[in-house]
């Protein structure tokens, strides 16, 4: 998969949520790697600041972003719409501290996405792999969330509220191509009992019914009700009608189960990647969910490091006999076993390292240790492949190493071991030639590491 960024630009424009200022913002495609980020234009200089957990400054009613004393609001439902789309390169650039509201939901992000369609770009997609149960709680509000592997995204989320009007509500996700039909059109909300403390605190400006749920479930005096329902501009109710104020009917049951669902997918997207794994949400929040992402986020700042993953049950790409009549090499220096993985920059490669390797005769007796020049020499035969799938016939050429840089060795490798390589190109091909960084691990921890160049001579 490669990144993709949006054809062309498009405009949203509307009320701030709690600011209540009249907000244009404007979504423009970006460069490969570019990643999602702000731009405040409506300040000196147009400061930006990339969508990232570890710019999160605060989770009290939305997720805001801060860097110094610049601060971008009410993120999320147009990042949840981005990443459902897989958008993975934009730059949003508005003209005040949060974004619009609009209607509450995603849906006018997720509608004009659709409209304009995406570019796919040069660079290859990287995804988040989750290869084991993560876990964050938060004891004070009963809140957790889960992350297990998956081969895709996938997201389910509980939500249960002391309220008789919501209580336990269930959504979920199983396909993110579905996001649009099933998620976007759910709206914020809020309870009646939470307003006019949200309005002492100067917030919720631009809260209305049109760009929010609002429900009354808990008792309160006829006389400050009415003073609410005066200041939302709605009909006054008597206290004893628990239940949604809205005149628009909600757009499914579990309407507001779905939104927290959306916001999940909106928060998440602050790791910085595509993440394969299932989310289990119960009770989520834009705290909790700020916590999981910065977990996460950790492990996408190091991921040129993550091992691949290995299924030995799943047939190769290549086999032995078909790395044979790819590479010259033969016993007892052909070091490749299979090739299980390979997009146009990358390859992964398998090595089974076993007593009767006959470099532990004298590499050595007591401790057999596999020599590291034979490891560099192992991640260059997998980079061989690579620059071979770039030509064709790749029988009649060969690969040479013109130089090694930067080789570590990090653990040491024996019999038992399985080793995998990953090399991909630093470089593009040119006259031949490539630079390539070679990855070696065993199990979840890197082994040996290096950059070599490497060329493609045709044979005579």
């Known amino acids: 998969m490669k990144q993709l960024t949006l054809k062309e630009s498009f405009t949203v424009e509307g009320e701030g949520l709690h600011t209540g200022l009249h907000i244009k913002a404007t979504v423009c495609p970006a460069p490969d790697g570019h990643g999602y980020k702000f731009e405040r234009v409506d300040l000196p200089d147009s400061p930006v600041i990339d969508a990232v957990a570890e710019n999160i400054v605060d989770t ?8 110094g004393d610049v601060t971008i609001g ?14 993975d390169n934009v730059l949003i650039k508005l003209d005040g501290p949060e974004m619009p509201i609009l209607d509450g939901s995603s849906r006018f992000y997720a509608d004009k996405i659709d409209e304009i369609g995406l570019e796919e770009q040069k660079t290859e997609k990287k995804y988040l792999i989750i290869k084991n149960k993560i876990e964050v709680t938060d004891e004070e509000t009963g809140s957790k969330i889960i992350v297990l592997p998956d081969d895709e995204f996938t997201i389910d989320v509980k939500v249960n509220y002391d309220s008789p009007v919501l209580h336990h509500q269930y ?3 199983e396909h993110i191509g579905d996001f649009n039909k099933e998620i976007a059109g759910a709206r914020t909300f809020v309870f009646v009992r939470e307003i006019e403390s949200l309005l002492q605190a100067n917030l919720i400006k631009g809260g209305h019914l049109e760009n929010a749920i609002v429900i009354y479930d808990s008792p309160m005096s006829q006389e400050q009700l009415d003073r609410l329902a005066d200041l939302m501009q709605v009909p006054h109710k008597h206290v004893s009608e628990y239940g949604f104020i809205n005149e628009t009917p909600l757009t499914s049951e579990n309407e507001p189960a779905r939104h927290k669902l ?10 910085g990647a595509p993440l394969k794994g299932r989310v289990i949400a119960t009770r989520p929040g834009h705290a909790i969910n700020a916590k999981l992402t910065k977990l996460l986020r950790r492990d996408v700042k190091r991921m040129e490091v993550i091992s691949p993953i290995y299924n030995p049950n799943i047939e190769p790409i290549m086999d032995n006999n078909a790395i044979r009549r790819a590479l010259p090499h033969r016993y007892p220096f052909l070091l490749i076993d299979k090739i299980i993985d390979k997009g146009e920059q990358y390859i992964v490669g398998v090595k089974n390292v076993t007593t009767n390797e006959p ?9 057999p240790v596999m020599p590291g020049v034979l490891l560099v020499e192992a991640m260059a035969q997998t980079g061989g492949l690579l620059v071979l799938s770039t030509v064709d016939d790749p029988e009649r050429y060969s690969t040479y190493f013109m130089k090694i840089d930067n080789v570590k060795f990090r653990q040491k490798v024996v019999p038992g071991d399985t080793l995998i390589f990953h090399v991909s190109f630093m470089t593009e091909l040119r006259r031949g030639c490539a630079m390539m960084k070679g990855l070696a691990f065993v199990g979840e921890k890197l082994v040996c590491e ?4 490497a060329q493609i001579v045709k044979n005579k």
């Open 171 to 173: 959504a979920t996700l």
């Open 450 to 453: 290096c950059e070599f160049m």
């Open 359 to 367: 470099f532990f005769t004298g590499h050595f007796p007591q401790e």
């Open 262 to 271: 959306l916001d999940v997918i909106g928060d998440i997207a602050l790791i």
């Open 60 to 67: 009290s009613r939305s997720t805001i972003l801060g860097k």
């Open 74 to 87: 009410t993120i999320e439902h147009c990042l949840a719409a981005l990443y459902a789309a897989g958008v």
